[in-house]
């Protein structure tokens, strides 16, 4: 673990981290392995508090949480709407359409075409 933190501290990678490792005496696999790890925790640390800090919207709502919304939605091709900030039948329909399809894999998802902390997180994740 120390192996893995002094790399990435150091922007260590690459060729360089391998002969780090070589020269360390550790094996380059198993302290890759601990910086996907470690980095990884970080990723889903940001990404919780990330969703802690968006607020339900449904629709009606209006704001820049709507247009994260609609961005990812349109990046995933749900929705051919406009990235307009407010919250519509277009932006419902696409949601729903989503929260449809987590469904189908997931179980029991609810699809109300309101988007709070569990769809947030679906969508993020």
Same mark, same amino acid.
């Given at each position: 673990?120390?192996?893995? &933190? @002094?790399?990435?501290?150091?922007?260590?990678?690459?060729?360089?981290? @391998?002969? &780090?490792?070589?020269?360390?005496?550790?094996? $380059?696999?198993? %302290? &890759?392995?601990?910086?996907?790890?470690?980095?990884?925790?970080? /990723?889903?640390? %940001?990404?919780?508090?990330?969703?802690?800090?968006?607020?339900?919207?449904?629709?009606?709502?209006?704001?820049?949480?709507?247009?994260?919304?609609?961005?990812?939605?349109? $990046?995933?091709?749900?929705?051919?709407?406009?990235?307009? =900030?407010?919250? =519509?039948?277009?932006?419902?329909?696409?949601?729903?359409?989503? &929260?449809?399809?987590?469904?189908? %894999? $997931?179980?029991?998802?609810? %699809?109300?075409?309101?988007?709070?902390? /569990?769809?947030?997180?679906?969508?993020?994740?």
């Amino acid at each position: 673990r120390e192996e893995a &933190q @002094y790399m990435i501290d150091n922007g260590i990678n690459g060729k360089a981290r @391998y002969n &780090q490792c070589t020269e360390d005496g550790f094996h $380059y696999e198993e %302290v &890759q392995a601990e910086i996907n790890r470690m980095l990884a925790k970080d /990723k889903e640390d %940001v990404l919780t508090a990330m969703i802690a800090c968006l607020p339900t919207i449904k629709n009606g709502s209006e704001g820049d949480a709507v247009k994260i919304l609609q961005t990812e939605l349109k $990046y995933m091709g749900y929705y051919d709407g406009e990235i307009d =900030g407010s919250f =519509g039948n277009g932006t419902e329909s696409a949601l729903k359409g989503f &929260q449809s399809n987590i469904s189908k %894999v $997931y179980g029991n998802f609810g %699809v109300d075409g309101i988007c709070g902390t /569990k769809t947030w997180t679906r969508i993020f994740k």
